[in-house]
Nanobody, 128 residues
Framework: EVQLVESGGGSVQTGGSLRLSCVAD????????MAWFRQSPGKAREAVAT????????AYANTVKGRFTISRDAINDTLYLHMNSLQRDDAATYFC?????????????????????WGQGTQVTVSS
């Protein structure tokens, strides 16, 4: 079973930057798709960015395009989320997710229910 552990969360001021990390442990799929989701109190969990490790393709939610960058260090099995120009609306608990790329074509990769493996989450706070 795949185990995911996030880290790097913290408190930053509006306009600041932060880098989140997700370390994988355990068996992996031949072709794995990974993603970052976030959830704020009273809101549903939403996908922020996705990464197809086979195609090395990236996709972003419209709310973070141009500000966030998703990447992966294959040697260390670590997924990153570089966040720039942070806004108050970006404050949330961020989760790392993983699943076989089968069934994650196009927009399907943005659906929470498509992923089986999740990390515990890391909190991001943005102040002005």
């Amino acid at each position: 079973e795949v185990q995911l552990v996030e880290s790097g969360g913290g408190s930053v001021q509006t306009g600041g930057s932060l880098r989140l990390s997700c370390v994988a442990d355990g068996p992996y799929f031949l072709t794995v798709c990974m993603a970052w989701f976030r959830q704020s109190p009273g809101k549903a969990r939403e996908a922020v960015a996705t990464f197809n490790t086979h195609l090395k393709a990236q996709a972003y939610a419209n709310t973070v395009k141009g500000r966030f960058t998703i990447s992966r260090d294959a040697i260390n099995d670590t997924l990153y989320l570089h966040m720039n120009s942070l806004q108050r609306d970006d404050a949330a608990t961020y989760f790392c997710a993983a699943e076989s790329c089968t069934g994650l074509h196009g927009a399907l990769a943005f659906l929470e229910g498509r992923y089986r493996f999740w990390g515990q989450g890391t909190q991001v706070t943005v102040s002005s």
